[in-house]
């Protein structure tokens, strides 16, 4: 895969969908998850993705996350057609400029926080000193540097998710996606993990999109993008806070 066009620049555009469909299943039980999406994403952007259960919010991230393909259109990340890589190479597209982060953390439960911080370099060859090193700096920037023996049974669930953010910045991804990120969060809790990925986008520069159904999170947002029924409701795009 050439990565040839992909040094970031501010206001540069990053990811471009055009003409994007998904359908499930054919006939008379093919349901059409999205129906026609056009959209960009400028490099630094923090962007929520809302809508109601249904809207085609969650296929698109699947679909920017290399985890589902359209059945039609295309999308362009740094210009290159991903519709054109071969599944080795979309997983290599993952795994060197993407960050995950789930509503759920997904965090091994029998390892450390510093080795469940590791996991993405060990899938990159990282030698070991290197991985360690940079794992101990993610969590530093989590403010965990103390809880790095841990495991997630012995962190609340706001230590998890800030893990969970650590272990998707430790690669330095061009993108991070969070899916839900304090959807099993309380009040409390949410604000600290959107504090945190605020910070983020704000001083590092870093490009965030962030499916969420909730007002209160998608207001630390720049843009948020509001679907409907597989399609962007342009009615709904709003910029700045809630």
Not at 5 to 29: E, H
Not at 199 to 209: D, H, P, S, V, Y
Request: proline share 3%.
């Amino acid at each position: 895969m050439k990565t040839t066009g992909m040094d970031p620049n501010q206001n540069q555009t990053i990811i471009r969908l055009r003409g994007v469909t998904k359908v499930y299943g054919r006939g008379s039980a093919a349901m059409h998850a999205l129906k026609g999406i056009d959209m960009d994403i400028r490099q630094g952007e923090f962007v929520a993705v809302m809508g109601p259960s249904g809207s085609g919010k969650s296929t698109v991230m699947n679909i920017l996350g290399c985890l589902d393909t359209p059945t039609r259109g295309q999308y362009f990340f740094y210009g290159m057609d991903v519709g054109k890589l071969t599944r080795d190479q979309r997983a290599l597209l993952r795994r060197h400029y993407l960050g995950f982060v789930f509503q759920g953390f997904n965090l091994l439960n029998r390892t450390s926080a510093l080795e469940n911080v590791e996991l993405p370099l060990i899938y990159r060859g990282t030698p070991v000193a290197k991985r360690r090193k940079l794992a101990v700096e993610a969590l530093a920037a989590v403010g965990l540097s103390a809880w790095e023996s841990h495991t997630p049974g012995e962190l609340s669930g706001g230590q998890q998710q800030r893990v969970a953010i650590a272990r998707a910045i430790v690669a330095h991804p061009r993108v991070l996606l969070a899916d839900e990120p304090t959807g099993n969060l309380d009040s409390s809790r949410s604000r600290e993990i959107m504090e945190l990925i605020s910070a983020f986008n704000r001083e590092l520069g870093l490009t965030i999109i962030m499916v969420t159904h909730e007002t209160s999170m998608a207001a630390y947002a720049g843009r948020r993008i509001h679907f409907m029924d597989g399609l962007i409701d342009n009615g709904g795009e709003q910029k700045g806070a809630l």
